[in-house]
């Protein structure tokens, strides 16, 4: 059967005390709305329906790209008004599976239980919890047969059903031919004159039709509304990712102190220290050690490399049993061959540098091509932008390059050169030979150092 998604994301989250939407606040760097959306796009779903509500412009912008189609509630009227503002964008007949954007921890293997448990002779299937402290939440019912036959909200409960631990998360998956006709009977019957979804489960039972549950662990459900919930999540998310890292075999020296804002694809025998933060996409080689506070960002590095303290890596790939760092910049559009080497305080930038090459350092690589066994001294630089335009430098195999030294691009070394420490150079030099250019030296006998006056 076909799914329809939707996204509850209209709520202003006025306690966040913020003037961002609340489903925009990060969560290991993505908003918590496209967590969300990722986790359903896991399901293969016809559509996803995002319904927005404060500050709408910011979200469609923020999530633009994405093929999200947008219902727009304009007066906040619970989340039973929420999904009815959704019916005429359904595709008939599609089952409907409604979700929080608030909610970023849910998984897709969960939801794909929900959904299958709705799928078998249930008209209505909801996701609920046992909660440890289940005060606020509503409470499951069951009947003899393992059915829910209703939630009762706490200020509705009894001192029984306040004991009852089993509660609600809100996502609920309702069958395509039957969601029409329940979501019609919603009403606002009620103090707070709002259209509770939660209904769906009375008129569902009304009607004789079966209304099963899945449970799931409480931290998946979890919702945010406020910073300081906001930052319970994070670190339950951090918790997660070190944990599936281990699990895949990677050395983590501290599990605490690390944060995966993407993915990390990891071989065997890798060990991380502590205080290490990954963006994006990052892939690490067999026997890579990452050493403490580093950042790697939607990055490759080979095996066997090694990436000391301090290091930052954006968009590069590094290749084989490099050496990086400590200190080291490796900028976007990089490639490092096998056994390279970029040293303290070196920046690299859209830059090749090629096999058994070395910028040990304080140098400024950018806009170069690099070829083998280069030796880059101490204080060098590329001198790559003119005000208005890049210029590439093309250095050859086995160029020794001298200390304190400026190649003023668009210049090519030729292959074995060598360039005296202190040059500036302006010009394409030969292969093999010598290059250099410094003003003479001069000794001025008899000059005397300015002394202060101490009287």
């Known amino acids: 059967m ?3 998604i939707i996204i509850l994301a209209a709520g202003k989250g006025t306690r966040m005390k913020s003037a961002r939407p609340k489903v925009l606040h990060p969560v290991a760097g993505q908003p918590m709305l496209q967590h969300v959306v990722d986790t359903g796009r896991e399901l293969e779903p016809d559509q996803i329906l995002v319904v927005i509500g404060h500050e709408s412009e910011q979200i469609e912008q923020t999530m633009q790209g994405q093929g999200l189609e947008y219902v727009l509630q304009e007066q906040q009227l619970g989340t039973g008004h929420a999904v009815m503002q959704c019916r005429d964008c359904i595709k008939h007949g599609n089952d409907l599976l409604i979700l929080y954007g608030d909610v970023p921890l849910i998984r897709a293997s969960t939801l794909q239980a929900l ?3 709705g799928r078998e002779n249930n008209v209505v299937s909801l996701l609920t919890f046992k909660a440890d402290n289940p005060q606020g939440y509503g409470r499951i019912l069951r009947d003899r047969t393992g059915h829910v036959n209703s939630i009762i909200e706490e200020k509705d409960a009894s001192e029984d059903i306040r004991k009852i631990r089993e509660c609600n ?3 609920m998956y309702i069958k395509g031919s039957e969601y029409e006709e329940l979501l019609s009977e919603l009403d606002n019957d009620n103090v707070q004159k709002e259209y509770y979804l939660t209904d769906v489960v009375k008129h569902a039972v009304a009607k004789k039709h079966l209304v099963s549950a899945v449970q799931c ?3 998946e459900v979890l919702g945010v509304n406020n910073q300081v919930q906001l930052a319970q999540i994070e670190s339950i998310y951090r918790a997660q990712q070190a944990d599936a890292l281990m699990q895949q075999g990677v050395k983590l020296v501290d599990p605490l102190r690390i944060d995966v804002r993407g993915k990390i694809a990891a071989g065997a025998d890798v060990s991380i220290d502590v205080n290490c933060i990954f963006e994006g996409q990052v892939e690490l080689g067999d ?5 403490a506070n580093c950042i790697i960002r939607d990055s490759r590095i080979g095996p066997g490399s090694v990436i000391h303290a301090m290091s930052v890596i954006e968009k590069a790939t590094i290749g084989d049993s490099n050496d990086i760092g400590p200190f080291a910049r490796i900028r976007p559009d990089t490639t490092t061959e ?6 303290n305080f070196v920046e690299v930038k859209k830059s090749h540098i090629g096999q058994g090459s070395k910028v040990n350092h304080l140098s400024y ?5 690099m070829g083998r066994n280069v030796n880059i001294g101490a204080g060098t630089i590329t001198c790559n932008y003119d005000g208005a335009f890049k210029h590439q430098t093309k250095i050859g195999d086995d160029v020794f390059v001298g200390s304190d030294t400026q190649l003023v691009a668009p210049v090519t070394l030729g292959e074995g050169c060598t360039i005296g420490a202190g040059s500036t150079i302006t010009k394409n030099t030969e292969a093999g030979e010598l290059a250099l250019s410094r003003s003479k030296q001069l000794t001025l006998k008899g000059w005397q150092r300015p002394v202060k006056n101490k009287g």
């Open 287 to 291: 026997n890579v050690t990452i050493e």
């Open 115 to 117: 959904i299958q448990q």
């Open 217 to 219: 662990e409480e931290t």
């Open 2 to 4: 076909s799914l329809s």
């Open 169 to 171: 998360s809100g996502i």
């Open 338 to 343: 096998s056994r390279a080497k970029i040293g």
């Open 365 to 369: 690589i950018g806009d170069t091509q």
